[in-house]
Every structure is written in C-alpha cells, then in structure tokens.
C-alpha cells in the first residue's frame, strides 16, 4: 500500500551522474552516487549497461569511496576514469602501493584505467594534486588530464621530528581566491597535462594562474582546446573563453575572440577539425544573459557565429533539483558536421534540439515533460547520434536512458528516449509521490508558469499553501523531482512554485525583466500565481507560508518585509544585505553588481540600501526561521547572521538555524544526514504554524 513521502528516505538514494557511451554504441557507462553506510557522506562508483536492454545495468568498480568520469578510449577497449581508490587501497592494506607509507594528503584523486575485457584496473597517475577532468587522444595513445599539480611527482615530507607544521595562512593579492564546495583554489590552479597511456610520463601542457578546464582534442589530434581566462587582470572580469594549444610545442591561441567581457565554454571540435562549437554569450542582456550555441574558425582568432541567435533558447540553463543538481550540456556534432544537438528548457521541460549549423534552422527532438540531462552522443551508422542521458520528471528519479536521433529530420512527433535503468524502483517503491499540476497566470503582461502540488483538504477546508522560490535568479524550476516539496505535501500542505521574471527557459525578455529589480517585480508575478490559486479555491488564504534558497532566500526576506499574508516563512542561504554580499564570498568583485544592478555598492550605497532585505527588517513580524550552512562561500553566513541580529534585537519571531560543516549546496550534495534533518526542520516549521495554527515559536528540540 502505497505511503507517504518521508525525509529519510533520501537514505536510499542511487543517482547516475555521468554518462559515456562507448565508442560502438552497445554500452553505456555511468557514475552511481549513492549514500555511504555512515549517511554521512557518499559512494560513487561505475556502472554498465548495455544499449539493447538485454540485461540490468551490473556495477563495474569497487566504489568504495569515489570513483567518475569515465571517458572510453576510440577503440572501447578500456575505460579511463578518476578514482581515490589508492587512499583506500594504502589505509586498508591489501594491494597497497610499498613505495607509499601513508593516504595521500593532496592528490588522492587520480587516473585508473580499467580493461573492458577482464583484468584489474591499474593506477595511471600519481600527480601531487587532484586529477579533475580526462580527455582521450584520438589515436587512444595519450589522455590530456586538468590537474593543479606544477610538478609531476609527489615530493617527500622532508620534515624532522620536532619541526613546526608547515606555514597555513593564506595571502592572496587577486580576487576569486575561493570557490564554494571547494575552499581555497588560488594556490594549484588546473592546468592541462599529457599522459603517456603505456608508460605513465608526465608532461605538463600549459601553465600559470588562470584555470585550464574542459579539455577537447581536435580529430587529428594536433590541438586541444579548453576553456580558461587569460586576460589582463583576469580576477577583476567575468569573462572566459575557449583557447587552442598546439600539442607538440604548446603554442596556445585564442579562439573567441571578439572585444570585451564574454562567456564561452563547453568546446567541440567538428568532425573535420575546422570547427569548434560551445555554448556561449557576450553578456548583451548582463548577467541574464541567455547561452546560444556558437562555432568558431578552430584555425585562427574570429569573432564567431551564433547559431541559435533566432531562437529564443538557452542552452545552458540551470533545472532546479534537490536530488541530481544540474550539469551544463556540452554541444553534440553530427558525424556530417553539418548540425548539433543542444540542450534546453522550454516551458519548464528540458528538451534536445537540433541547430542545422548552414541554415541555422532549430528543430525541437524531443517533447516531454521531463527534465534530460547530462547527455554524451556517438555517431550510428545511418548518419545519426546514439546519445545517452539522464531523464527525470516531476514523480519520477533519475535513470539511465537512450536517444536514438536519425540523420534527417526527425519529424513533428517528437522522439521518446528509451529507460536502461530503474535504480530506485524497489527503494521507493510504496512511496506515494504526488504529481502537480501544471499553472499558468499573467502578471505585468507576462505569462508565469508554476506547478502545484496539492495536499488533501482537511474538515472540508483546503490545505494551507507553502511557496517555493528558486535561486539564481537565473535558473528555473520544471517538471523535475524536488524531494522537499513531496515531504511537505505528505505532512499536510499543499506546495506552489512558479518561475517568475528573472528565471531562464522562456526567452530573453523575461530571464532579464528583473535587472535592478529583485524584490518587487519577482513578487508581483509570484503574489499573483498564489492569489489565482485562493481564488479558484485550492488553498487556504489565511495559512500562507513562504521559503526559498539562495536569491529565493532573498526573496522570501524581501517578501515577509512587504507583506503579513504569510504565517511563516524559511529564508535558506539567502542574501539580506546587497552591500555586503557584493563584496565578500566566492564572487565578490565588480561584476557582479555591475551585471545585476549596473553599478557597484562603492558607487551607488542608496540603491544597494533600497533594494536590501535588512533595510525593511524592522516591518518583518511573520515568524521566521533563518537556515545558514557555516562554510557557504557563495552567500557568506554573515548574511543570514545579520538579519537574526536585527529581528532578535526587535522581540520577533525568529530562530537561525545553522548547519555545520556544509557549503551552499547543503540541500543538493550535502551530508546525508544534514540533508535530511533541514527537511524535517523545514517541515516541522511549516506544520506548527500552518497544519497546527500555532502562534508562538516551537519548543527547540
């Protein structure tokens, strides 16, 4: 008998990630997350399965901690993939390396190459820092590796007994010295280094402080090109581009060339080797800037060509989901090289298309509503791709799937991506998982799309109503699987969330309507969608909660500072104060307020006051609980710190509650447990002032 939604069981979660299909098309391999016996932490390991679906995906690697990216060699022969298998390996014991006496401190994760017809895997790589990112050589004899290390072997510690530690402090002299989810990165930024497959030489590709990333060999295998800033003062911008280095002597060329600042990534060499495609924008529309598929000379410096100019599409928006995350999708040739498959969101489904790179013609492959994801294609015999990807919806997990997508127009129709995997089948398989409906309403002249997610009414009454705001603002919500908003549904309350001006996957217009306006706008479009919902009797008017994360935290702050509608409200890693979150965390700097608000908190303090959160604190009287992760480098917890300070100051409603040793991607990749226990804090939230009409703050337990 089917039951509700619980919290913990995010326990039983199994994730694919990464998706690589071999080079024949038969098999494909992807990486398996799923929660370490502990629940605090995770396991990743390689899986397999074959493209006809004549057996159940089998597990391939020992995954005893984590083991990813696998990347195929030409011939299919064996699989290249990143692991920290060897601190495993060293601390247990058992086939341990003699030459090393303790883990690794640096430079745990490295290449491991596993033979796809029997045999152990064996270690490529012991560089002194992390291996992040592996790209094959076209004749299969080399593998181009994105590490940090500046050497290619780990140095001794030549310390004696009695020695201090080695000296710890930090002194950085450019911004962008960190990175949330990672801490300090300024010190081994990644470079791009060649592996000998056979002997294991190491030769280091390009060097200094930018970081060289996303790797792609060109089909002769004389170039490679990556992404990287290289600029002149590179700290102060938001500009990255594509680059080409000569393999032999290391040569490396510009390719994106164009003047001022830019974002492009996610390189692709055409089959013939002239082209690079990627996805990309010149910030026309500032930092809501939508990415269309390019391709540039891959032979010289050229300002480019935008293929999907007239399309109206983003090609690397962000799906929201609390249980894969997002990953931009890098563009697909057609062995032909005369179109490429992009990914992209239209009216909250993530889609494939198709760019016919002469005509620029954009054709829809796929109609749905889902969320695909992390594709990787190959070419079939009839001229066409073999893609596999990730596919979600609004009731269904992530699982394995393939495309078959023909050489020719695949038709008004629409193509269907075929299941290979049903990893959460049994876990969840009495759990009731509610599916929403799909809403839309017009605010300003604009159509706003939202989904609700309706709880059973109640004495005859409707269920109260918790509103869901998504970060950015740049990214969007669809028809994907949030795990919070089903654990709220099961505790008796109706969920709503909407993509308001500022989101991505409806057009330019709208993901750039909210420049220099965060908090007005984007609550007109979502007070709108709740009213037409009390209006057509679904919910309860007079038990409203709000929550949100990141810029929903801000907006959720912003909301209850406007209005008392809400009985109350969860503002998570949210930005209260503009000034200060302009000039401090992991994107500090003058672009940021430059993109959003077309100056910066030195040049501009009033817009910056009038536009904060913390400014109207003193009209906030909903009861509000503050949740903050203590090592959050992208919205630093003194933003959350400083609104408790005012409200607390004030005899509010209020309680912070903050989450130890997590970063901004508490609710996505997380500790297991902490994941779990800021749902049930959530919930708990919401159901004593809302479920129980309770006034006072609950007990703290």
Known sequence: ??????????????????????????????????????????????????????????????????????????????????????????????????????????????????????????????????????????????????????????????????????????????????????????KYPPNLWLIDVASGDARRLTSGASRDEQPAWSPNGRQIAFVSNRHRDADLTWRTDVYSVDVRSGEVRLVTGGRGDRDFGQPAFSPDGRWIACLGHRWQARVSTQYDVWRFRA???????????????????????????????????????RALVFGAPIEGSYELFRVDVGTRDVERLTRGRHYLSRFRAVPVANGGLRIGLVRSDAVSPPDVHVL??????????????????????????????????????????????????????RDGRPAPLVVQIHGGPATLYGWSLMWEWQCLVAAGMSVYACNPRGSQGYGQEL?????????????ADIMSGVDALIADGLVDGDRLGVTGGSYGGYLT???????????????????????????????????????????????????????????????????????????????????????FTILRSLRRPVRMLRVPEESHELTRSGAPFRRVENIERISDWFRHFLVEGKRRLPPIS
């Open 299 to 337: 032979d010289r410096q050229s300002e480019g060509e935008n293929l999907t100019a007239g399309s109206d599409l983003d090609g690397a928006a962000a799906m929201n989901s609390d249980l894969s995350g997002f990953a931009v999708n890098r563009p697909a040739w057609f062995a032909d090289g």
């Open 557 to 643: 702050s912003w909301m209850v500072g406007h209005t008392d509608r809400f009985k109350a409200a969860v503002s998570a890693r949210s930005v209260n104060d503009l000034t200060s979150q302009m000039l401090s965390g992991d994107i500090a700097g003058p672009s940021f307020g430059h993109y959003e608000y077309g100056a910066n908190p030195w040049e501009d303090p009033e817009l910056y006051r009038v536009h904060s959160p913390i400014t109207y604190a003193e009209r906030i009287r909903t009861p509000l609980l503050i949740q903050h992760a203590e090592k959050d480098l992208r919205t630093p917890i003194t933003q959350g710190e400083e609104l």
């Open 511 to 523: 993901l750039s309507a909210n420049y220099r306006d965060w908090g007005a706008g984007p609550m």
């Open 404 to 457: 078959e997508v023909p050489g020719g127009p695949a038709g008004s129709r629409g193509l269907s991506p075929r299941r290979l995997s049903r990893l959460m089948a049994e876990a969840w398989r009495e759990v009731d998982i509610v599916a929403p409906e799909m809403r839309w309403h017009e605010s300003d002249g604009r159509r706003i799309q939202g989904w609700f997610y309706r709880a059973p009414d």
């Open 1 to 186: 008998m089917p039951r509700p939604a619980r919290a913990a069981d995010l326990y039983d979660l199994r994730v694919p990630l990464e998706v690589a299909v071999s080079p024949d098309g038969e098999r494909i391999c992807f990486t398996l997350k799923q929660v370490s016996p502990a629940k605090d932490g995770y396991r990743s390991a390689l899986w397999i399965v074959p493209v006809e679906g004549s057996a159940e995906p089998r597990q391939l690697t020992l995954g005893a901690k984590n083991e990813h990216t696998p990347r195929w060699s030409p011939d299919g022969r064996t699989l290249a993939y990143l692991s920290d298998r060897e601190s495993v390996l060293i601390k247990g014991g058992a086939g341990s390396d003699p030459a090393i006496s303790e883990p690794p401190k640096e430079g745990a994760t490295q290449v491991w190459l596993l033979p796809m017809n029997g045999g152990e895997p064996r270690q490529l790589t012991r560089l002194p820092q992390d291996a992040d990112d592996i790209s094959w050589s076209p004749d299969g004899r080399q593998l181009c590796v994105v590490s940090g290390a500046t050497t290619a072997d780990r140095r001794p510690d030549e310390r004696r007994p009695g020695d201090p530690p080695p000296r710890d402090a930090h002194l950085v002299d450019r911004l962008q010295y960190m990175a949330n989810g990672v801490g300090y990165v300024y």
